[in-house]
């Protein structure tokens, strides 16, 4: 079935990185994207989205960069802190003739090294 | 505004029992839904409300039964719960579907 995946389960990086997370969606009709950071024993905390209509999009020391063509989503997250440690999600929204659904994919965890 | 809120924190049950988790938001949300998080499964969604007396079934409804008689709370019960049925718990709220969602802190449970 279609869904979003995450390139790889776990990322280690050192504090003052820049940290690069992936994910691939598979459907093109896609037009909405989130990324979500969860700490631990948290529920999950919107970071920041993009619209299928824009490739790239800014926030405070995040960024997240859309490639329609090969279906990639990827955040970018500058000067990487032990605070940014936690799993961070990507998710899709999904309208079509069935209604609309909000589809996670498994997650990356990020851990941030002194 | 408190956002979305829900209880209990953590409840531990024995295999039958039933019980309520209460999820409420004060945003004025018309979306609201629940998840369950299982390692390595991320997110599943379980059942969801697209406004006050409008409910409609996820990916995992099996074993849960939900209402929405007031836009603010959107309670889960579990009928006879089951181990199968330990979890993380999470409810969340938007505007509307197609648009972010805001999550509680969400409950833990175990059946045991």
């Known amino acids: 079935g279609e869904s979003v995946g995450l390139h790889l389960p776990t990322l280690s990086v050192q504090e003052g990185d820049n940290s690069i997370i992936n994910c691939a969606y598979s459907n093109s009709a896609s037009d909405y994207f989130i990324w979500y950071k969860q700490e631990s024993g948290k529920g999950p905390q919107f970071i920041i989205d993009i619209r299928s209509n824009m490739d790239k999009r800014q926030g405070q020391r995040v960024t997240v960069l859309l490639n329609k063509t090969v279906k990639h989503l990827s955040l970018q997250i500058a000067a990487t802190q032990p605070g940014d440690s936690a799993v961070y999600f990507c998710a899709e929204i999904l309208a079509n003739q069935a209604g609309t659904a909000l589809i996670f994919g498994k997650g990356t965890t990020l851990s941030v090294s002194s | 505004n408190a956002g979305v809120t829900q209880t209990p924190k953590f409840q531990v049950l024995k295999t039958g029992q039933s019980m309520t988790l209460q999820c409420a938001q004060d945003m004025n949300h018309e979306y609201m839904s629940w998840y369950r998080q299982d390692p390595g499964m991320g997110l599943r969604l379980i059942h969801y409300?697209?406004?006050?007396?409008?409910?409609d079934q996820g990916e995992v409804p099996n074993g849960y039964n939900v209402s929405r008689s007031t836009t603010e709370d959107f309670p889960l019960r579990l009928l006879s719960a089951a181990p199968s049925q330990t979890s993380v718990y999470f409810c969340a709220s938007s505007f509307y579907r197609a648009d972010t969602q805001y999550f509680g802190p969400g409950t833990r449970l175990t059946v045991l």
């Open positions: 409300s697209v406004g006050a007396g409008i409910t």
